[in-house]
Each structure stands twice: as C-alpha cells, then as structure tokens.
C-alpha cells in the first residue's frame, strides 16, 4: 500500500522531496542572508558565512539535511580560541545552540532554516557579552532541564 503525499508528516514530505525542500531552502537564504554562499552536496545544504564583531571574526558553517536526526540543521563556528560549552550555548556534538528543540517549535515539525539563520548573529552578539562579562545575558532555557 502507498502512501499517499498528503498524507506524510512535514518531516516525510521534506525527505521524499528533498531536492525541492533542499532548493527552495537555498534560494530563500541567498536571497536575504548575503554573508552566507550555500551549495547543495548529495542530499544536504551546506553554506559557508563570516560575521565580525568587536575586531573578532566568526567563521561559520551550516549544514541542512531533512534527514538528520531531530533538528535539520547544525551549525559550526570556527573561531581560534572559542570557549566552547553549555555556557556559551554550543551543543555536546559542539554546533551551536540556538533554541531549543521542543520548546522553541511552537508546534512546528521543524524550524525552517531561513528563521533560524538571523540568531547566529544574536549568539555572535551574546557570545561578545560573555568574554565581556562572564555571563549569559541572552534569552536562554537552562540545558539540564526539558
């Protein structure tokens, strides 16, 4: 028995359509984050962007793939000399932390890669305030709590 298209989840639909869901990703992101240049390899998205701050360069990398598990996007930093940890909101696997995944969703399957992009530059801004403070001082839910 086939399933029919309307009837898979939006995280189906992403994976079944892939090149199409992979695409439109890139051309809306291109299209309104100039910093960023992405490029589709095999069924995933990567894109290549630097921010600077306060004389600090923020080298970053993004890469989308309906099929990773939980959230379709990771994104790295590499900057020399990061302080890389729950404090500064990186991740375990070290991409960054950006929202939250079940809080943050809304109801949303998935958050679409065009809304996530503007809170890399909120983490390079909060990320300055700690080295400046020693602190947090964005909007943040605690990483040892659901």
Known sequence: MEIMDFMLS???RAQKFWAGF??????ECERKF???????HGKSLEGKGTL???NRKYDFTIFCSPFLQGRFERITVETKNLKKSFDTHFNADGTLCLYHPIKDLKGRPYI?????????????Y?????????VWIGPEHPHNSN
Do not use: A, M, Q, R
Not at 112 to 124: K, N, R, T
Not at 126 to 134: P, R, T, W
């Open 10 to 12: 939006p995280k189906e």
């Open 22 to 27: 992979l695409y439109k990703t890139l051309i």
């Open 34 to 40: 100039k910093w960023i240049k992405f490029e589709v």
């Open 52 to 54: 600077e701050w306060n």
């Open 112 to 124: 679409e890669l065009i809304d996530v992009i503007p809170w890399i530059s909120e983490w390079v």
């Open 126 to 134: 909060y990320y300055d305030k700690y080295l400046e403070h020693k």
